[in-house]
């Protein structure tokens, strides 16, 4: 079957595979012309299918509405389809109304600009380190020397994950997260998940007595209407903030870096200070689209670009297309480091709106910075790996040649 002759039922989204398969961005284009507000059906699963949502205008309106559309159903596909999420009312992202509006205030003392400022200095430090070592080095493999080593540790500085435990803590995270990568069983990287809960546990014993103002001892130590939180949301959050900040920061690093090979032009503006990192940084994440989609469950029936979504059924928002539409972004297949206006969606919208976004930004700030300051030129060495999944977007291995600036 040729591209021209695909029908949009020929897309199953719900398997990992066809992110592999296609070429995407004629895909969500023949999305966006053909159907914006799509039924996609789904056999086996609690729910008959979901509505994918693929144009900017769209995909907003669903994240801003979170009276008619809920999170607490889950917020992904793997959980929207099998019918909820078990951390529904206790981790933010999947949680709404009050409950998540005063979670949310709560946290966001700990991810104040004053707060993050000693985590964001680490953050320059470290990337700066790994790219001078990588160049020293000459040939690396850039997602995994690199930039896999900067989100973690950045993490466990939020967290204030005592310097001693963070070996054990990345250990646990990988097995929890990356069964898939890894290699191991479901029943392994349960065990990892349960490990994890349980050492955020015992970190907030010790911060409710020695608090300072990293997120753990937030956590450990507010109250809502009097009340302290319960172990369960405590424990939650923590590893909300590695599930949230890990994976999507990294693969923009690395997604960055492969753009920039394949757009030698736009590293000779970046490189030369053509073009502000600040700008570079926007369009790597609009290029890039690392969370590709987002969801929800409707409350009610709502009507979106003449189709009616009925009560309970499953939304999907399609980041990586909405990033990508030619209503909303001027030559939206150019990637252009100083595009100016850039309005992508990547780090959601509304009152879910990414609540790492300063720090995801300073992330891929300060490797590019690094990047421009150490590195004159990037030479692929080797094919870039992609992952498999049909949330996250891009690549756990990227071999490449560092050469030094002169
Ligand atoms: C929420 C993307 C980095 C923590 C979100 C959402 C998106 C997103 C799209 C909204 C989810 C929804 O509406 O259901 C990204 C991207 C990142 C990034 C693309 C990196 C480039 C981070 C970092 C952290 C983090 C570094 C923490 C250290 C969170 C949390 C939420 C969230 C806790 C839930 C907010 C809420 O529900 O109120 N992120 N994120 N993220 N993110 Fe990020």
């Known amino acids: 079957m040729t591209a021209a002759t695909r029908t949009l039922g020929d897309f199953d989204l719900s398997d990992p595979q066809t992110f592999l398969d296609h070429e995407l961005p004629q895909m969500w284009r023949q999305f966006r012309q053909e159907s914006p507000v799509h039924w996609h059906a789904v056999e086996g699963r609690q729910v008959p299918g979901f509505w994918v949502l693929s144009r ?33 009312g206790k981790m933010l992202a999947v949680t709404d109304g009050r409950r998540h509006r005063d979670l949310r205030n709560l946290l966001l003392k700990a991810f ?3 707060v993050l400022e000693p985590v964001v200095d680490g953050v320059r430090r470290r990337a700066d380190r790994l790219v001078r070592e990588g160049v020293e080095r000459g040939d690396c493999d850039f ?8 989100p973690m540790a950045t993490i466990a500085d939020l967290l204030g994950v005592p310097a001693s435990d ?24 349960l065990v990892a998940r349960q490990e994890l809960l349980l ?30 939180l319960t172990e369960e949301e405590i424990v939650f959050n923590c590893y909300s903030v590695i599930i949230g900040g890990d994976e999507t920061s990294r693969l ?36 890039v689209s690392p969370a590709m989609h987002f969801g929800r469950r ?26 990508y539409d030619e209503e909303v972004f001027d030559d939206p297949g150019t990637f252009d480091l100083g595009r100016t206006p850039n309005k992508h969606v990547s780090f959601g919208y509304g009152p879910h709106f990414c609540l790492g976004a300063y720090l995801g930004r300073a992330e891929i700030h300060a490797m590019l910075t690094a990047l421009r300051t150490h590195v004159s030129e ?17 690549y756990s291995s990227l071999p490449v040649s560092l050469r030094p600036s002169r």
């Open 252 to 287: 923009s690093m690395i997604g960055g870096m492969r753009a920039l090979i394949e757009h030698p032009e736009q590293w000779q503006r970046l490189s030369a200070g053509d073009v502000s990192v600040d700008t570079a940084v926007e369009e790597v994440l609009r290029w």
């Open 56 to 88: 900017y205008d769209d995909v907003m309106s669903v994240y801003r509405d979170n009276k008619r559309f809920t999170s607490e159903r889950g917020n992904v596909l793997a959980t929207l389809l099998e019918g909820g999420d078990s951390a529904a």
């Open 166 to 189: 963070r070996d054990y803590l990345l250990s646990l995270t990988k097995q929890a997260l990356s069964a898939e990568e890894a290699g191991q069983s479901a029943g392994e990287a």
């Open 298 to 323: 409707a409350l009610q029936d709502v009507e979106i670009g003449g189709r009616t979504i009925r009560a309970g059924e499953v939304v999907t928002l399609w980041t990586t297309s909405a990033n």
């Open 112 to 114: 104040a600009p004053r």
């Open 199 to 228: 050492y955020f546990a015992d970190l907030a014993e010790d911060r409710r007595e020695h608090p300072t103002d990293d997120v753990v001892s937030v956590l450990a130590t507010s109250t809502v209407d009097g009340e302290p």
């Open 143 to 150: 997602a995994q020397d690199i930039a896999e080593h900067v």
């Open 378 to 394: 990037v030479v692929p060495t080797g094919p870039a790996k992609p992952i498999h999944s049909n949330f996250l977007h891009g």
